[in-house]
């Protein structure tokens, strides 16, 4: 089993919905949690991060971790076509000493107009 | 503030020649990462640099190799380029390990 598992999409949702992206994780200490954004060609850029249960709003983008089920998902609301682009989950886990960051394989989000 | 740098931002290799890339990271940031992307896969993380020391390295063979100097910069070299080396080649730092990485724009490097 993989640290952290998406699925890999494409998701497609029209313009103006909501996209629901989802990723897990798993069972270990885990501190951290963050949402990447990456278009085609160009490195991932940070959208959110979230550290404690709950949701966590910053603008169009929620947030939503559940450490229980080992759950992490974004939110995106009034979907627009720039949204289109991979989404990267990463959770950063204690190991040994050491807290490790680990990379989903990301969720291609399609959003047509 | 500058954002990580990376250089350069494309390279075209034969194979078996080598290849150093070069990042530096935002200021007062000590880790630095290196992954690799392939068309169209995820991130592959190939090493963890912090405070000068590789901390870890990710399941790739010895000829992927690297530094950090003392001002934090780093280097990736891999030696004798297969094919399949092409990819992108990201760097990203972070405050402190396991802090949030921010990721620089990548070299794109192509082996013929």
């Known amino acids: 089993q993989k640290e952290v598992e998406q699925n890999s999409g494409p998701l497609s949702v029209p313009e103006g919905a909501i996209a629901s992206l989802n990723c897990t994780y798993s069972d270990r200490v885990s501190q951290s949690f963050f949402w990447y954004r990456q278009y085609s060609g160009k490195s991932p850029e940070l959208i959110m991060s979230?550290?404690?249960?709950g949701d966590k709003e910053d603008g169009r983008f929620t947030a939503q971790l559940n450490k229980a089920s080992q759950y992490v998902s974004l939110l995106i609301r009034d979907s627009q076509p720039s949204d289109s682009a991979t989404y990267l989950c990463?959770?950063?886990?204690?190991?040994?000493?050491?807290?490790?960051?680990?990379f989903g394989s990301g969720t291609k989000l399609n959003v047509k107009p | 503030e500058a954002g990580v740098t990376q250089s350069p931002t494309h390279l075209i290799k034969t194979r078996g020649q080598q290849v150093t890339l070069r990042c530096s990271p935002i200021s007062g940031h000590t880790s630095v990462y290196w992954y690799q992307q392939a068309l169209g896969l995820g991130l592959q993380f190939l090493l963890w640099y912090d405070e000068g020391e590789e901390r870890n390295r990710g399941n790739f063979p010895p000829r992927f190799s690297g530094r950090q100097f003392p001002n934090y910069s780093s280097e990736l070299n891999v030696n004798a380029l297969e094919l399949e080396d092409s990819a992108l080649y990201l760097c990203?730092?972070?405050?402190?390990?396991?802090?949030?990485?921010?990721f620089g724009p990548g070299t794109r490097l192509l082996v013929l």
């Open positions: 979230i550290y404690s249960n």
């Open positions: 990203a730092s972070s405050t402190r390990q396991g802090q949030t990485q921010y």
């Open positions: 990463a959770v950063n886990m204690q190991e040994h000493n050491f807290n490790k960051f680990y």
